[in-house]
């Protein structure tokens, strides 16, 4: 043994680099053996002379403690050198298969620096590139070594290749492949990374390398500084294994970063459509990176055009002096964002608001909380937009008249009613409280609005429920079912038409003024996201297309009850 590392060392090798020359490595052949032989013959001159007794020595244990030490028979004597003979128990006779014998030689020592031949070939032929100057590697090697650790078949996106001194000696080598699996339906991956030490492989997979969110990386990590377990199975020193975690994080996350500004179109057309959800997904989990990774973000806005895409940091260069938050609007597509009547206070002033259309982005914005000094404010928050009051229509003038536009006109959202005066707003926000008393805990006018009746404004338990909709459905449950709505606050615009005719009819028609309510109650909830099961609107609907039927035949709607109040025209609304 002494001398095959003096050879490897001569030859520009280091006899250090022989992981436990004679010791547990082979004590951990009676894990297979019932009886262990070490034969040896010396090379050297004195074997060579006339006489020399013992020139060919058996060591023998059945690794009880005891061993003998005997003459080698002539029979089974060699030439010179040493061999170790396992005897294997009976019920592992699969370890005198030659292909078991092959896979575990390739999968524990396929890089070590010394030829391994099994019956004649050489098993080890995969260099050890993770060693070598990253800058003598070319894409070739890369590509066939990639293959080679993750057993995939195409060619990595990116490659991450380098050493490091501190905090410990780091030998790395990452690759992201072009795609990941989990999409596909196959499961949750197991980590990618493998930890090696002297290029004889400790742990494969290890879940102690690189955080979960960064799973899809495949590639080795050779360190030298690890102390071992005695079964070489694990690193002993769990704090330095933590320490080279974080420097390995860091650097993936500073090659990602370094992609996104060096080759943009390559960052989002091929890596962020393909992986922005581990990103997320680290966000919510990493804190320690937390600000690192929510620069490498990028969303929609209703500034920019379908598909095209901003991150935060341009977001933010892009805000007036006298902006201190960053508004976004989750919707589940463009289209209907853009129709929210969150949308409509924005719309008027001509502030970016953000779109997200997943649960995930949802929970990435509570977790994130703020960027670069600025808070994340969703756009169904109360007290976004315009400004509100508490009970009082912000937009009422001294005089009591109807609620109006600053211009002095009527709203724009196509009214002809000049809406209804403060105290004429109070007495219908008390009314629609009490009305929906279990569905509603505030109900209050606001200026925010333009073109809608209402909204609710329960921002936190709109997030909450979403999130608990995604945990649900990813665990394979109802939608929320176990989780009740909790009572929303209203704001309604005591401009619009909708609200003026309910205020007309609630006096003459308290059943039908109800069901109307509870129309606009659900349309609210419609619009931020918090209708579960739109099913349960139908009787409603159908009560109310019938009045619209019946108000469209002259002399068929009277001033009873259950009508609509006075009868309504032909062209007219029917809560006009």
């Given at each position: 043994?002494?001398?095959?590392?003096?050879?490897?060392?001569?030859?520009?090798?280091?006899?250090?680099?022989?992981?436990?020359?004679?010791?547990?490595g082979?004590?951990?052949?009676?894990?297979?053996?019932?009886?262990?032989?070490?034969?040896s013959?010396?090379?050297?001159?004195?074997?060579?002379?006339?006489?020399?007794?013992?020139?060919?020595?058996?060591?023998?244990?059945?690794?009880?403690?005891?061993?003998?030490?005997?003459?080698?028979?002539?029979?089974?004597?060699?030439?010179?050198?040493?061999?170790?003979?396992?005897h294997?128990?009976?019920?592992?006779?699969?370890?005198?298969?030659e292909?078991?014998?092959?896979a575990?030689?390739?999968?524990?020592?396929?890089?070590?620096?010394?030829?391994?031949?099994l019956?004649?070939?050489?098993?080890?032929?995969?260099?050890?590139?993770?060693?070598?100057?990253?800058?003598?590697?070319?894409?070739?090697?890369?590509?066939?070594?990639?293959?080679?650790?993750?057993?995939?078949?195409?060619?990595?996106?990116?490659?991450?290749?380098?050493r490091?001194?501190?905090?410990?000696?780091?030998?790395?080598?990452?690759?992201?492949?072009?795609?990941?699996?989990?999409?596909?339906?196959?499961?949750?991956?197991?980590?990618?990374?493998?930890?090696?030490?002297?290029?004889?492989?400790?742990?494969?997979?290890?879940?102690?390398?690189?955080?979960?969110?960064?799973?899809?990386?495949?590639?080795?990590?050779?360190?030298?500084?690890?102390?071992?377990s005695?079964?070489?199975?694990?690193?002993?020193?769990?704090?330095?294994?933590?320490?080279?975690?974080?420097?390995?994080?860091?650097?993936?996350?500073?090659?990602?970063?370094?992609?996104?500004?060096?080759?943009?179109?390559?960052?989002?057309?091929?890596?962020?459509?393909?992986?922005?959800?581990?990103?997320?997904e680290?966000?919510?989990?990493?804190?320690?990176?937390?600000?690192?990774?929510s620069?490498?973000?990028?969303?929609?806005?209703?500034?920019?055009?379908?598909?095209?895409?901003?991150?935060?940091?341009?977001?933010?260069s892009?805000?007036?002096?006298?902006?201190?938050?960053?508004?976004?609007?989750?919707?589940?597509?463009?289209?209907?964002?853009?129709?929210?009547?969150?949308?409509?206070?924005?719309?008027?002033?001509?502030?970016?608001?953000?779109?997200?259309?997943?649960?995930?982005d949802?929970?990435?914005?509570?977790?994130?909380k703020?960027?670069?000094?600025r808070?994340?404010?969703?756009?169904?928050?109360?007290?976004?937009g315009?400004?509100?009051?508490?009970?009082k229509?912000?937009?009422e003038?001294?005089?009591?008249?109807g609620?109006?536009?600053?211009?002095?006109?009527?709203?724009?959202?196509?009214?002809?009613?000049?809406?209804?005066?403060?105290?004429?707003?109070?007495?219908?926000?008390?009314?629609?409280?009490?009305?929906?008393?279990?569905?509603?805990?505030?109900?209050?006018?606001?200026?925010?609005l333009?073109?809608?009746?209402?909204?609710?404004?329960?921002?936190?338990?709109?997030?909450?429920?979403?999130m608990?909709?995604?945990?649900e459905?990813?665990?394979?449950?109802?939608?929320?079912?176990?989780?009740?709505?909790?009572?929303?606050?209203?704001e309604?615009?005591?401009?619009?038409?909708?609200?003026?005719?309910?205020?007309?009819?609630?006096?003459?028609?308290?059943?039908?003024?109800?069901?109307?309510?509870?129309?606009?109650?659900?349309?609210?909830?419609?619009?931020?996201?918090?209708?579960?099961?739109?099913?349960?609107?139908?009787?409603?609907?159908?009560?109310l297309?019938?009045?619209?039927?019946?108000?469209?035949?002259?002399?068929?709607?009277?001033?009873?009850g259950?009508?609509?109040s006075?009868?309504?025209?032909?062209?007219?609304?029917?809560?006009?």
């Amino acid at each position: 043994m002494q001398a095959e590392a003096g050879d490897g060392a001569g030859a520009g090798g280091d006899s250090s680099g022989v992981i436990g020359r004679f010791g547990v490595g082979f004590y951990s052949g009676f894990m297979v053996a019932d009886k262990v032989d070490v034969r040896s013959r010396s090379a050297g001159k004195a074997a060579e002379d006339e006489g020399t007794q013992h020139e060919a020595l058996v060591w023998e244990s059945t690794g009880t403690g005891r061993y003998t030490i005997s003459p080698l028979p002539e029979e089974v004597r060699q030439e010179r050198g040493t061999s170790v003979v396992l005897h294997l128990r009976p019920d592992l006779s699969e370890y005198s298969n030659e292909a078991t014998v092959e896979a575990v030689l390739k999968k524990y020592s396929n890089f070590v620096g010394f030829p391994i031949y099994l019956n004649g070939n050489r098993v080890n032929t995969v260099d050890a590139i993770w060693l070598d100057d990253p800058k003598s590697v070319d894409q070739e090697k890369h590509n066939a070594f990639y293959k080679y650790v993750s057993s995939m078949y195409d060619d990595p996106l990116s490659t991450i290749h380098f050493r490091a001194d501190a905090p410990l000696d780091i030998k790395a080598l990452f690759y992201i492949p072009s795609f990941h699996q989990e999409k596909y339906g196959m499961g949750r991956m197991d980590p990618g990374v493998s930890l090696y030490s002297r290029k004889v492989l400790i742990e494969a997979k290890s879940p102690d390398i690189l955080p979960d969110w960064l799973r899809f990386i495949k590639g080795v990590v050779d360190s030298e500084d690890l102390p071992l377990s005695i079964s070489r199975e694990k690193p002993q020193d769990t704090a330095l294994v933590a320490k080279m975690k974080r420097a390995l994080t860091r650097k993936v996350v500073s090659h990602l970063s370094n992609m996104m500004k060096k080759d943009t179109d390559k960052y989002k057309e091929e890596f962020y459509k393909e992986y922005s959800f581990f990103l997320k997904e680290g966000i919510c989990q990493d804190f320690e990176n937390q600000s690192a990774l929510s620069k490498l973000l990028y969303f929609e806005t209703n500034k920019g055009l379908d598909g095209e895409m901003t991150s935060l940091e341009e977001y933010v260069s892009r805000c007036p002096p006298e902006q201190k938050d960053i508004y976004y609007l989750f919707a589940p597509s463009r289209e209907l964002a853009l129709q929210s009547p969150y949308m409509e206070a924005f719309g008027e002033d001509g502030r970016e608001v953000i779109f997200i259309y997943t649960a995930i982005d949802d929970f990435v914005m509570a977790n994130l909380k703020a960027f670069e000094g600025r808070d994340l404010v969703s756009a169904d928050r109360s007290g976004v937009g315009a400004s509100e009051s508490g009970g009082k229509s912000s937009d009422e003038n001294k005089d009591g008249e109807g609620a109006k536009t600053e211009e002095g006109k009527d709203g724009d959202d196509g009214s002809s009613s000049p809406g209804l005066s403060t105290k004429e707003a109070d007495e219908f926000c008390t009314w629609f409280k009490s009305t929906l008393d279990a569905k509603v805990s505030t109900c209050r006018t606001t200026s925010r609005l333009s073109s809608s009746p209402a909204v609710v404004t329960d921002a936190e338990s709109g997030a909450l429920r979403r999130m608990m909709r995604m945990v649900e459905t990813s665990e394979g449950g109802t939608s929320t079912g176990g989780m009740p709505l909790p009572k929303q606050t209203v704001e309604i615009n005591p401009r619009h038409e909708i609200v003026v005719g309910i205020d007309r009819i609630r006096k003459r028609d308290p059943v039908l003024a109800r069901v109307l309510a509870e129309q606009v109650f659900d349309n609210c909830l419609v619009a931020a996201g918090l209708l579960d099961d739109g099913r349960s609107m139908l009787p409603r609907l159908n009560d109310l297309l019938l009045c619209v039927v019946k108000s469209s035949r002259p002399g068929d709607v009277g001033d009873g009850g259950g009508d609509v109040s006075g009868g309504a025209s032909k062209n007219k609304s029917i809560v006009n």
